[in-house]
């Protein structure tokens, strides 16, 4: 079916210490995957995105790793700042039809503790 | 370079009426994409333009329409509003050339509050 969740609606973690989080997803015919980080009162930014064709993307601090295997996809977040608490979304495009359609999942809150 | 706008940022209705919100996207960006969010929940997708065209729409009443301009601005119209409606509504846009739904880029929303 149609679902992207995520494990742990809340995740807390040390300033200066990795953050992982991940992303469950149902559907073998996702193609592509992105991250979102949304803060307060503002719409979602891009963080960083993967096709299905790689396992692995880095950014600038940001690593997304994909499991095609077990379906997972994890956003690593490294040396986590204050600037980093926010509410992160994972989003999947089914590749099988054009439909304009992104799957997002729940939702997972960052807090990073100074 | 101006990003994705929307305007109200808040619009406050009673059941029944009628809301209007209003989208324009970063200049060069020829789809517009629409998502709800209710309050601690994920974006649910509402409709997508193209080139003036409704592409697709979701899982959404016909009280759900909108229509996107020759400039690419977008309108989302939600008729006979009921309290559930009460959500952030998204507008989001691709940069030109992109495939459908890589890198969509989102405004601020507009917070419509159903009394």
């Known amino acids: 079916g149609e679902s992207v969740g995520l494990h742990l609606p809340t995740l807390s973690v040390q300033e200066g210490d990795n953050s992982i989080i991940n992303c469950a997803y149902s559907?073998?015919?996702?193609?592509?995957f992105i991250w979102y980080k949304q803060e307060s009162g503002k719409g979602p930014q891009f963080i960083i995105d993967?096709?299905?064709?790689?396992d692995k993307r880095q950014g600038q601090r940001v690593t997304v790793l994909l499991n095609k295997t077990v379906k997972h996809l994890s956003l690593q977040i490294a040396a986590t700042q204050p600037g980093d608490s926010a509410v992160y979304f994972c989003?999947?495009?089914?590749?099988?039809?054009?439909?304009?359609?992104?799957?997002f999942g729940q939702g997972t809150t960052l807090q990073v503790k100074p | 370079e101006a990003g994705v706008t929307q305007s109200p940022t808040h619009l406050i209705k009673t059941r029944g009426q009628q809301a209007t919100l209003r989208c324009s996207p970063i200049?060069?960006?020829?789809?517009v994409y629409w998502y709800q969010q209710a309050l601690g929940l994920g974006l649910q997708f509402l409709l997508w333009?193209?080139?003036?065209?409704?592409?697709n729409r979701g899982n959404f009443p016909p009280r759900f329409s909108g229509r996107q301009f020759p400039n690419y601005s977008s309108e989302l119209n939600v008729n006979a509003l009921e309290l559930e409606d009460s959500a952030l509504y998204l507008c989001?846009?691709?940069?030109?050339?992109?495939?459908?739904?890589?890198?969509?880029?989102f405004g601020s929303g507009t917070q419509l509050s159903v009394l």
């Open positions: 559907n073998s015919a996702s193609d592509y």
């Open positions: 200049s060069g960006h020829t789809s």
């Open positions: 333009y193209d080139e003036g065209e409704e592409r």
């Open positions: 989001a846009s691709n940069h030109e050339g992109g495939a459908t739904n890589e890198k969509l880029f």
């Open positions: 993967i096709r299905s064709n790689m």
């Open positions: 989003a999947e495009n089914i590749g099988s039809s054009n439909t304009g359609k992104l799957i």
